[in-house]
């Protein structure tokens, strides 16, 4: 089938490329037509750099893991999906039986495989296999390409349940990309009555800004600590959520945190991060790190149905499926004030 492969760094072909063997409907899988795929800060970095940390792409890979589609076969034992139905995809798939699974802790287990992470292929194709307990059905009211949302959304709700946000919390994010816009939005439905969001970046500002109650700071001319402690009567924010993965936002992660405040970091690092634990001690802050998210894919399905999120603002920009290679080139660039680009595959 016609796919968008990665053939290695900086060299990606739109070209029919075999997976007969990835599409083998198992009992408990579903056979699913791509609609909308996002491209992922992660396929950008693989497609300029050939790899993250531990993940090197040794051979040929299809990218893509933020996705939506509708179901079109489904196997003999599958009953809560039918032919026809919409759904969004959870990208990685844990073995159901590891240890870390039965704690309930799947996305950490050393064995999942997760689309576009090297040996596993993504799915900027035209359908893919893929096990029902993992897919979710959409309600009519979420669109294909808010459901391809779902995916980065899900790290913000986790970073957000992690960081056990209570009502009237003020929370700050640190880097106004779209795990950073979706986590400020998560923030908001938790419960926080103020976000701030900084960045360099005045059009991602401008957008974050009309999303909610939040406020943006660019730290290219403003302080951060200083404005943060200024705004809150000197107390700081009680939770910090590190989305930059930069070394300066990990290194001032404290600054700005209330005492007993909570930081979580999620932006994925190029290099490793150092932060001071003598400001972290005299705050007794708890400290969390998040990897991907489990168990809020159906959570973030019903807040886009509800309207308690809206991610629409966030979508900046749709290319069809022929147009792939260029949407990547225009990604890689880091153009200003686009947050999410996806692509639209032939129906
Ligand atoms: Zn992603």
Sequence with gaps: MKALVLEEKM?????????????????????????????????????????????????????????????IEIGAE????KVGDRVCMEPGIPDPNSRATRLGLYNIDPAVRFWATPPIHGVLRPSVVHPADFSYKLPDNVSFAEAAMVEPLAVGVHA????QVRPGDIALVIGAGPIGLVTALSAVAAGCARVFVSDIDDAKLELAAKLGPI???????????REILAATGGWG???????????????????????????????????????DVGKAMVREARVEHVFRYA?????????????????????????????????????????????????????
């Excluded at 499926?321 to 990604?331: G, H, K, L």
């Design 11 to 71: 060299k990606l072909s739109l070209r029919d490329f075999p997976i007969e063997r990835d599409e083998v409907l198992g009992p408990r899988d579903v056979r699913i037509k791509l609609h909308t795929v996002g491209i992922c800060g992660s396929d950008v970095h693989y497609y300029t750099h050939g790899g993250t940390g531990v993940f090197q792409v040794k051979a040929p890979m299809i990218l893509g893991h933020e996705a939506s589609g509708t179901v």
């Design 78 to 81: 599958v009953t809560s999906l």
């Design 160 to 163: 957000a349940t992690k960081a």
């Design 215 to 225: 406020s943006p700071v660019n730290v290219a001319r403003q302080e951060l600590a």
């Design 237 to 275: 924010v009680e939770i910090v959520f590190e989305c930059s993965g930069h070394p300066a936002g990990a290194q001032g992660v404290f600054d700005p945190l209330s005492p007993g405040g909570r930081v979580v970091f999620i932006g994925s690092q190029v290099h490793p991060i150092h932060y």
């Design 295 to 347: 168990h809020v894919f159906p959570r973030c399905v019903a807040m886009l149905s509800s309207g308690a999120i809206d991610v629409k603002p966030l979508i900046t920009r749709t290319f069809d499926f022929d147009e792939s290679v260029r949407a990547f080139e225009i990604a890689a660039s880091a153009a200003k004030g686009e947050v999410k680009m996806q692509i639209a595959l032939p129906q």
